[in-house]
């Protein structure tokens, strides 16, 4: 595995991350 794809698989995990984040806090914000 060449640096770059493991450069690009953190970068691709912290979109995710930071997406399922603003999704769950989205929905925490409207429950209340």
Known sequence: ???SA???MII???IILAA???T???LL???K
């Open 6 to 8: 493991l450069v690009f």
């Open 20 to 22: 399922v984040g603003i």
């Open 12 to 14: 691709a995990w912290g």
């Open 24 to 26: 769950l806090s989205s």
């Open 1 to 3: 595995m060449s640096g």
């Open 29 to 31: 914000k409207h429950s």
